[in-house]
Nanobody
Framework: VQLQASGGGLVQAGGSLRLSCAAS????????MSWYRQGPGKQRELVAV???????NYADSVKGRFTISRDNAKNTVYLQMNSLKPEDTAVYYC?????????WGQGTLVTVSS
């Protein structure tokens, strides 16, 4: 199983970015897919999750600004991030749970300048 995260970069506060997580040898539509992040000097935290039934949940800090979605045809999960704040600066990781097995992708760095 491979999870390929991309889309990170440098953006000014108030800007937007879209992260992608492309999965191989794993089917996103039947998996519990989530995005985590780890900021400088902080522990890794859950940002958003989309379940196999397409229900979604978000950390309070990103509600109303971030949207998690998936494209079953492309076997890819997205994280649309709007109204970015400097405190959103972190390495963002894609995580998948399928048949009780947990898989992590490599991180993609998001830097939000003030």
């Amino acid at each position: 199983v491979q999870l390929q995260a991309s889309g990170g970069g440098l953006v000014q506060a108030g800007g937007s970015l879209r992260l992608s997580c492309a999965a191989s040898r794993l089917v996103v539509s039947i998996s519990n897919m989530s995005w985590y992040r780890q900021g400088p000097g902080k522990q890794r935290e859950l940002v958003a999750v989309i379940s196999s039934d397409a229900s979604t949940n978000y950390a309070d800090s990103v509600k109303g600004r971030f949207t998690i979605s998936r494209d079953n045809a492309k076997n890819t999960v997205y994280l649309q991030m709007n109204s970015l704040k400097p405190e959103d600066t972190a390495v963002y990781y894609c995580r998948a749970v399928q048949y009780a097995r947990v898989y992590w992708g490599q991180g993609t760095l998001v830097t939000v300048s003030s």
